[in-house]
């Protein structure tokens, strides 16, 4: 028991001993510098900024600068990016300009036209004449026929009775005799002795001035732009003047007139002073040798005091580079007695010259040709008879008559 005690003591001893050996050799053993351990583990970094406080820890001897002294950097403007070369944009084409139909031409289409719609006047003439016995009421019949035809309370009364007094010394009466009678008393109501042509050439080195008035809604601008075409068909040389500034749109669409012609077109300003335009377009048209100036004014009624301020100062400002030839009057056909209102106005305010009757197709009062020329006493120099670009043509009294009355 006691043997077995002592060697366990041995055992431990022997233990102990080689364990110290061990751990002082490991003790001798230098570990390499970055193997080292440590409580806090070094992480190397570049060079620090100077701190706050650092100049305060290392004193300079030198002088310090003022900010003046100072040259601050300048920025470099980042270069722009090249731009994409653009492609260059085709150039807009010009308009083609149009050759207008010739005035003859015209008058053989207007007057087929004319018969067609304005016929029924004559018709319902020729078939109460024709009455084997023209009574009283018979003549009162004719004399409604007229007046609804628009032409007038005087005129009616004076051609119902020379109608009665041929009538009565003719004895018979055949159709074809009738019409004939109808149509010599018709053509003495419709004629007249002043001029009916579009005065354009007045004999002087500047253009002829031609100043076109009416109510905005009778075709003012379009009459003027369609009576462009019919100077140009005669071998004018046209400038257009847009004194209309009043009414949207009225310059574009005078100038659109003129493209298709090649007629110049001197605008302004939308609301602009309508004499000053038209002064420009005189000049315009003496720089450039024209024949005619055409010129669009405004188309109001309010009061008649601003109507005859305005149109009257157009006419001063004109006639300070040359002579006002013709004021055309616009009127549409199809207003009756109330464009003969229209027409008393602006007679007040302008010396009107000629009127132009539109819209005559497709109405039967062909007879306010005859009731606004009395009223005015100045002649109809233009009709217009449709929509189309030439649908304006020079007024023929017998052409009309013959349509009146039918063939």
Excluded: C, Y
């Amino acid at each position: 028991m006691e043997i077995v005690i002592l060697a366990v003591v041995i055992a431990v001893v022997l233990v102990g001993a080689v364990s110290a050996l061990v751990v002082g050799g490991r003790r001798k053993k230098q570990l390499p510098p970055a193997e080292r351990p440590s409580a806090t583990p070094t992480i190397t970094t570049p060079p620090a900024e100077p701190r706050v406080g650092d100049e305060a820890e290392t004193p300079r001897d030198e002088s310090r600068r003022t900010i003046e002294e100072v040259d601050l950097p300048t920025a470099e403007a980042p270069e722009a990016p090249e731009a994409p070369p653009a492609e260059a944009e085709p150039a807009p084409a010009a308009p083609e300009v149009e050759v207008p139909e010739p005035t003859e031409g015209r008058l053989v289409r207007l007057r087929a036209r004319l018969a067609r719609s304005q016929n029924a006047l004559g018709k319902g003439l020729l078939t109460l004449l024709s009455r084997e016995h023209l009574d009283e009421d018979t003549w009162e019949e004719i004399e409604d026929t007229l007046l609804t035809a628009d032409v007038g309370v005087v005129p009616t009364q004076e051609l119902v009775e020379r109608l009665r007094e041929r009538v009565r010394v003719l004895g018979t009466r055949t159709p074809q005799e009738l019409r004939t009678l109808l149509r010599e008393e018709l053509l003495k109501l419709v004629a007249t002795d002043a001029p009916r042509a579009v005065k354009t050439d007045n004999g002087l080195e500047t253009p002829a001035v031609v100043m076109v008035v009416g109510v905005n809604g009778t075709g003012k601008t379009t009459t003027t732009g369609k009576l462009a075409r019919v100077l140009v068909a005669d071998g004018k040389s046209v400038v257009l003047g847009a004194a209309d500034t009043f009414r949207a749109a009225a310059a574009d669409q005078l100038q659109t007139w003129g493209e298709r012609v090649g007629a110049r077109t001197v605008r302004g300003p939308e609301g602009g002073d309508p004499a000053s335009i038209a002064f420009d377009a005189v000049k315009e048209g003496i720089a450039e040798h024209a024949d005619v100036v055409l010129i669009d004014t405004a188309g109001r009624l309010h009061t008649k005091a601003g109507l005859m301020d305005e149109l009257g100062k157009v006419k001063r400002v004109v006639e300070k580079q040359a002579p006002l030839d013709e004021v055309l009057l616009v009127l549409d056909a199809t207003t009756g007695q109330n464009g003969l209102v229209q027409a008393r106005v602006f007679a007040e305010v302008v010396n009107i010259t000629g009127i132009v009757l539109t819209k005559l197709d497709g109405t039967a009062k062909g007879g306010i040709v005859v009731a606004v020329q009395r009223e005015l006493g100045v002649p109809v120099k233009l009709i217009g008879l449709g929509e189309g670009p030439d649908d304006l043509a020079p007024f023929d009294p017998e052409a009309f008559v013959d349509a009146l009355i039918g063939d």
